[in-house]
């Protein structure tokens, strides 16, 4: 069996909606997704950089994330005929294990458990194909990197790109 290896934020959960959500009530701004396109907030406010890094510092702020459309359906579909690792970041922020680790419990439950993979360097990763939104993840992976949409990345160019979770089924199904 393949393997794919599967980022978390801004792939299988959406972690841009309630930071943006959150940075509005507390800032009285009306920044939407559209003003993301080809950068993160703390580009677009980076005088906030703290502020805005701070609510991922918040211990339970991934703990409600809502799931991204179809991911839970095409990643069980794919589970028939891949070897499926949910891979996170997470030393980016430590703080967040608990609360990532309850999430995926909570939504990804067909999976094994044995197969979330909390990291800090994701070159260490070993798998067929990674699915990211971040692109500096893709430098040094042996296997075919598949870039996931994301507003901060619409300019990327030179990957392949799937553009939510149905692109990512025929990707892999077709
Ligand atoms: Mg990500």
Not at 39 to 51: A, G, S, V, Y
Request: proline share 2%.
């Amino acid at each position: 069996m393949k393997r794919i290896a599967i980022d978390m934020d801004g792939v299988i959960a959406d972690y841009l909606s309630k930071q943006l959500a959150l940075f509005n009530r507390d800032h009285n701004e009306n920044i939407t997704v559209e003003d993301l396109k080809g950068k993160k907030l703390i580009e677009l406010r980076p005088h906030l950089k703290d502020e805005i890094m701070n609510y991922l510092k918040e211990p339970s702020f991934f703990r409600d994330l809502e799931v991204m459309k179809d991911s839970q359906e095409v990643i069980k579909e794919l589970s028939e005929h891949y070897e499926i690792f949910i891979t996170t970041a997470a030393m980016e922020f430590p703080t967040s294990f608990t609360a990532k680790y309850e999430w995926l419990r909570e939504h990804f439950s067909f999976l094994n458990d044995m197969n979330f993979v909390f990291c800090g360097d994701k070159s260490i990763i070993n798998a067929d194909y990674l699915i990211d939104d971040n692109v500096r993840h893709f430098k040094r992976f042996s296997g075919q990197g598949i870039l996931f949409t994301s507003p901060h990345n619409v300019y990327e160019t030179g990957y392949v790109r799937v553009n939510n979770w149905q692109e990512v089924r025929d990707y892999f199904l077709k």
